[in-house]
Nanobody
Framework: QVTLAEAGGGQVQAGGSLRLSCRFS????????MGWFRRAPRKEREFVAT????????SYSDSAKGRFTISRDNANPTVFLQMDSLKPDDTAVYYC?????????????????WGRGTQVTVSP
């Protein structure tokens, strides 16, 4: 059983930065693609970014490209999302996800395991 625990959310002003982390436990971390999703108030969950098991491949949503960076530390099973140049539209609950089926599946929303989420609030 995989367990995911997000941390690092909070409130920041527009233009600021936050770094989210997600601790993975329960299986072999490097065999899972990892991803970040978010759900804003009154909106559906949307894909943000994903990274392959060995960290060599990444994929981003259009809204995240150029501002967010996903990375992972396979020695300390954690995935990160560095968020820069934050905008009020980035306000959402951010969820970490894990999938053994690769980043292509993750980018379509195929997360087999999910964390409980961490709130990110960006004020104007």
């Amino acid at each position: 059983q995989v367990t995911l625990a997000e941390a690092g959310g909070g409130q920041v002003q527009a233009g600021g930065s936050l770094r989210l982390s997600c601790r993975f436990s329960g299986r072999t971390f490097s065999t899972y693609a990892m991803g970040w999703f978010r759900r804003a108030p009154r909106k559906e969950r949307e894909f943000v970014a994903t990274i392959s098991g060995n960290g060599d491949s990444t994929s981003y949503s259009d809204s995240a490209k150029g501002r967010f960076t996903i990375s992972r530390d396979n020695a300390n099973p954690t995935v990160f999302l560095q968020m820069d140049s934050l905008k009020p539209d980035d306000t959402a609950v951010y969820y970490c996800a894990a999938s053994p089926f690769g980043i292509e599946a993750m980018a379509t929303g195929r997360g087999d395991y999910w964390g409980r989420g961490t709130q990110v609030t960006v004020s104007p």
